[in-house]
C-alpha cells in the first residue's frame, strides 16, 4: 500500500497535479469519474466542468493551470462566435446535466435513479420471497414506494382522515363496499341448508315407525291369549285329562 502511494505520488509529480504543496491522481471510475485529492480539490470539479465549454471553444482565461495544455496555443476563441446565435447556450445547458452531478462523482455516489427507485421498491415488496404480481399489489408498492419517498414514511397516515380525495378513490371505495356486501349475502345463502323437503327417514320430520305386523295379527293374539288364560284356571283338571303323556292322545293335542 505504501509502495503504491508512493509511486502514484511520483506520477502525480511528474505529470504536474500538485495543489497546495499536495501531489493528487485523477481516477475513472466504471464510466464515472471521481479526482481523489485528500480533501482539498473537491470543490473544483464542478467549476472545471462549468468552465469545460470555454476551454473546448478556445477561452482558456479561467482554466486552471493543473487542468489546461491548450492555454499557451493561441487558439482561436469561438466563444464570442458561439453566444451571438445562442448556440452556447444550449451547450452550456447539457453540461449543467453533468454539473449538477459533479458531487456524486467525486463521491462515486450512484447517479442511477432507476437503480435508486428498484431499492426502494424492494423494501415495500420483500424482495422476491412473496409473488406480488396479482391484483395489482405490485403496482400499488411501486406507487407506495415512490410516496413514501416523496412525502415521507407517514404519508399515508395523513390520508387515512380524509374522506375520498378524488374520482379514483371514490370508486375504489365503492367496488371495496360492493365486495363486502357480495360476501355477505353469499355466506348467508350458504348457511341455509340446500334441500327445503324434510327428510322422512331422519330428523324431527320423520314420519312415525310402521307397525312390524298386521293389525289382524294384533286381535288374534289378543282371542289366543283370552283362551289361553281361560285353560289356565282349569290347570288341575287338564294335568288329570293329559296324565300318561305321550301315551294319552289328549296330551298331545
Ligand atoms: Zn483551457
Not at 465549454?53 to 493561441?74: A, E
Not at 407506495?144 to 375520498?164: D, E, F, I, R, T
Not at 349475502?185 to 307397525?211: C, E, F, I, M, W
Not at 291369549?225 to 303323556?245: D, W, Y
Request: glycine share 8%.
Amino acid at each position: 500500500m505504501k509502495k503504491a502511494a508512493e509511486e502514484g505520488r511520483k506520477l502525480a509529480i511528474a505529470e504536474g497535479n500538485i495543489e497546495n504543496g499536495v501531489p493528487y491522481i485523477t481516477v475513472v471510475v466504471d464510466g464515472g469519474w471521481a479526482k481523489r485529492s485528500y480533501g482539498h480539490g473537491y470543490s473544483s470539479m464542478s467549476g472545471d466542468l462549468t468552465n469545460l465549454p470555454y476551454h473546448i471553444f478556445g477561452s482558456h482565461d479561467s482554466c486552471r493551470d493543473v487542468v489546461c495544455t491548450r492555454k499557451l496555443n493561441n487558439e482561436e476563441n469561438l466563444v464570442g462566435l458561439l453566444q451571438e446565435d445562442h448556440l452556447f447556450e444550449e451547450i452550456q445547458k447539457c453540461v449543467d446535466n453533468v454539473v449538477r452531478k459533479a458531487d456524486w462523482l467525486q463521491k462515486t455516489v450512484t447517479t442511477n435513479y432507476a437503480e435508486r427507485y428498484m431499492s426502494l421498491i424492494t423494501k415495500f415488496s420483500g424482495g422476491k420471497r412473496v409473488n406480488y404480481t396479482t391484483g395489482g399489489s405490485y403496482q400499488r408498492r411501486c406507487v407506495g414506494a415512490a410516496l413514501a419517498y416523496n412525502l415521507g414514511p407517514s404519508w399515508h397516515l395523513a390520508l387515512m382522515n380524509k374522506l375520498h380525495l378524488n374520482k379514483f378513490c371514490k370508486r375504489r371505495e365503492q367496488l371495496r363496499l360492493q365486495k363486502i356486501e357480495s360476501r355477505k349475502k353469499l355466506k348467508a345463502r350458504r348457511r341455509q341448508p340446500q334441500n327445503t323437503v324434510s327428510d322422512l327417514h331422519y330428523g324431527p320430520n320423520a314420519q312415525d315407525a310402521l307397525p312390524d305386523l298386521p293389525e289382524e295379527f294384533k286381535s288374534n293374539m289378543a282371542k289366543k291369549l283370552a283362551e289361553l288364560t281361560k285353560e289356565a284356571g282349569n290347570s288341575v283338571e287338564i294335568e288329570r285329562q293329559t296324565t300318561g303323556q305321550h301315551v294319552n292322545p289328549l296330551w298331545l293335542w
